[in-house]
């Protein structure tokens, strides 16, 4: 969420909202969210939300399109799919016309749209941000915080592995429904992680990133118990530990720790100067493990909620 919460009006201001967007309206956004993130250092609309909008309609998803006149001024998602907490969005407005109400226009319409029931993120914690939730009656609820160290020299012990694991790499097509399987085990309290589906794993699988020598298996006689996907931003030199997932059964043996430190390795031998991976702020034993490994914080994603 990145705006400016000043109240005043625009002149032919309009929002609409879409099931689904056309590929000019797709590529207008995608050019707003790249001049919002050359502006504000931080993606305004999560890697998942992202891919929500290039990949088309997603049963329970919306596009918000903010324009004055022809032009787009700013963009809002809202997820509706999960079934016990309050829908999810994301917003943004473009650098060159923030300071005239659109942020507040774009929440209030998420707000009517949700019935006042709402989470919204806002990437990078920046003030602006943090002031037009308090301007919308939200409260601050939850952390996510983006860790990195760098990656040379780099002084964590090749991994050792608890006896009887194996790691490979994932392979497409034949460890999918395996995976899916292990990762909503693993993230059964995660509230994104855990309810990803085919589709979206198809998705990230068809992203430039995607690198399945990268994507690390550890089984078990012949089961898959862990795994760690490792993720490649090459224009900005980092490489993530983009998730990192232990069966409940197999946790407490050192496997998180190893395949921690084999994504690690791997992503060092890219030659990427640094690393990066994302925690909640609460949860603390995992904060702690990351802090031992060299990783300190980089920046804050703050999400607000509506009372409720």
């Known amino acids: 969420m990145t705006s400016d919460a000043a109240p ?36 305004a609309v999560s890697e998942q939300g992202r891919l929500y909008l290039r990949h088309g309609h997603r049963e329970g998803v919306r596009h918000f399109l903010l324009t004055v006149g022809e032009d787009l001024y700013g963009y809002a998602q809202m997820e509706e799919t999960d079934p016990i907490e309050a829908p999810a969005a994301e917003l943004v407005v473009h650098p060159a016309h923030r300071g005239r109400g659109h942020g507040r ?19 990078g914690g920046k003030s602006s941000a943090r002031h037009l939730a308090q301007v919308l009656g ?28 194996t790691l490979r790499a994932f392979v497409p097509g034949q460890d ?4 899916l399987a292990v990762n909503s085990a693993a993230f059964a309290h995660h509230p994104e992680q855990g309810s990803l589906t085919q589709r979206d794993l198809a998705d990230r699988m068809a992203e430039p990133w995607f690198d399945p020598k990268g994507f ?18 090459a224009e900005e030199g980092l490489g993530e530990v983009y998730v990192v997932g232990v069966l409940p059964e197999a946790q407490g043996g050192g496997l998180g720790k190893a395949l921690t430190s084999a994504g690690l390795h ?17 949860n603390t034993a995992a904060v702690t493990v990351y802090e031992r490994l060299g990783f300190v914080t980089h920046e ?9």
């Not at 226009?105 to 990437?123: D, E, I, N, P």
């Not at 939200?138 to 006896?163: H, K, S």
């Not at 089984?219 to 490792?230: A, N, S, V």
């Not at 791997?266 to 609460?282: E, F, I, K, N, R």
């Open 138 to 165: 939200l409260t601050l609820f939850r952390e996510l915080r983006q860790l990195r160290r760098p990656l040379a020299p780099l002084d964590i012990a090749e991994p050792v592995l608890p006896e009887g694991v």
């Open 8 to 43: 005043a009006l625009e002149p032919g201001r309009q929002i609409h909202t879409y099931d689904e967007l056309t590929p000019e309206q797709v590529q207008d956004v995608l050019e707003l969210l790249e001049a919002a993130y050359s502006a504000d250092g931080a993606h």
């Open 216 to 233: 690390f298996l550890a089984e078990k006689d012949g089961r898959l118990i862990g795994f760690h996907w490792t993720k490649t931003h």
């Open 300 to 308: 804050v994603d703050l999400m607000y909620r509506t009372e409720s």
């Open 266 to 282: 791997h992503l060092a031998a890219q030659g990427l100067p640094t690393a990066m991976l994302y925690v909640d702020a609460d």
């Open 105 to 123: 226009a774009l929440g209030t319409a998420l707000l009517g749209t949700s019935g006042k029931r709402l989470r919204v993120w806002a990437h």
């Open 176 to 179: 999918d429904a395996a995976w």
